[in-house]
């Protein structure tokens, strides 16, 4: 196998590793390696690799000459041209190997279809990861590919696997980060992680600014137990009460100049619609008990949320029987509860 140059770590490596974090280096990655190659086009085509099938996402396309588009991935493919699942990873294939000279009318198929797309040169790598697989596809209009040319796909392919993990696991922490935060954001709730000097490290959409007693107290936490909560109180009228906690560790290789997290508590998004129901579902309501509890829930007494409803105070507490006879509660204060600690809140 060809050893990669100085030139190729600077000029391949760099923006290959560099698109673990930003996607939009993926073209510069394929434009690099087009034009490392020599070639007039490439495609960078990917898929989960417990899917069967042709690739669905292209991550990137490359193409020089003024004359030459993008490669017609779903005709080669229709044409045979490129048998995704039977390359071997990691082997670099040259176009020759894929035409089919035993069958004339497919013979004559693959031939007009390379007319039509303009190339005669062609080389296919399938790079297989855990958990994605890509494939690149470097085409030549007029002359044919070089030893040199196939060596170097050949090194770059365990590089391309391991970024292509790296960039799934990434993916997949930005997923459940993403997740989290769009369930804490529901509940009204919003995280600041700060420094043992108080600073903000990361702050998701909070109106606020770190102030002294943070510092303090995120200094203060330094060598406290996982279990210390502390309740911050801030002489602004403004400013929201806060609790601070010590940030959780990372992995043991891992290090973070995260000491502490901040959770303050806003106003939740409320829509009365969704909450009530996911109510109705969850203890088996009509939609009007549903709409009465999810008024009820919000602080409402039984006849202001029948009020809210235009129910009679009369019909309000009727609701209100039959709603407690399904739900169980024992009272106004008991539904509530069971309502608070039941999914609805994320609704």
């Known amino acids: 196998m060809m050893a990669l140059t100085s030139t190729d770590e600077r000029d391949l490596l760099v ?7 930003d996607a939009a280096l993926w073209p510069e990655f394929a434009g690099k390696l087009r034009a490392r190659l020599g070639g007039e086009r490439l495609a960078l085509l990917s898929q989960a690799s417990d899917v069967a099938g042709p690739p669905r996402q292209h991550i990137s396309a490359a193409w020089g000459a003024a004359n ?5 991935i779903e005709a080669l493919s229709a044409a045979g041209l490129i048998p995704y699942a039977s390359l071997r990873p990691a082997r670099v294939y040259a176009l020759e190997e894929m035409l089919v000279r035993n069958n004339q009318d497919i013979d004559k198929q693959q031939k007009k279809l390379l007319k039509e797309q303009g190339f005669t040169f062609a080389r296919f790598v399938r790079i297989a990861g855990k958990s994605q697989t890509l494939w690149v596809i470097a085409v030549h209009d007029d002359r044919d590919f070089s030893g040199a040319d196939s ?5 770059l392919a365990p590089h391309i696997a391991v970024a292509l993990d790296a960039i799934h696991a990434r993916e997949m922490l930005d997923l459940r980060a993403a997740i989290a935060e769009e369930a804490l954001g529901l509940l009204g709730i919003r995280q600041i992680a700060l420094t043992r000097d108080g600073d903000l ?28 909560r502390r ?6 009228a403004q400013q929201q009460p806060a609790m601070l906690r010590p940030a959780p560790p990372l992995a043991p290789l891992l290090s973070s100049p995260a000491a502490a997290t901040l959770s303050l508590r806003t106003d939740a998004p409320k829509n009365p619609q969704n909450s009530a129901k996911a109510i109705a579902a969850l203890f088996g309501l009509s939609p009007r008990e549903a709409a009465l509890t999810e008024a009820i829930c919000r602080g409402l007494s039984i006849i202001e949320a029948g009020a809210s409803l235009r129910l009679t105070p009369e019909t309000a507490r009727n609701y209100s029987k039959r709603i407690y006879a399904k739900t169980g509660a024992r009272g106004q204060a008991d539904l509530v509860r069971m309502v608070l600690n039941s999914l609805a809140p994320l609704a």
């Open 15 to 21: 923006p290959l590793y560099g698109s673990i974090t």
């Open 68 to 72: 030459s588009g993008p490669l017609d």
């Open 151 to 155: 060596a170097l796909l050949s090194a």
């Open 201 to 228: 490290l990361f702050a998701a959409a909070v109106p606020a600014r770190p102030g002294e007693e943070w510092a303090k107290a995120a200094a203060a936490l330094s060598g406290a137990s996982a279990e210390e």
């Open 231 to 236: 309740i911050l109180l801030s002489a602004d």
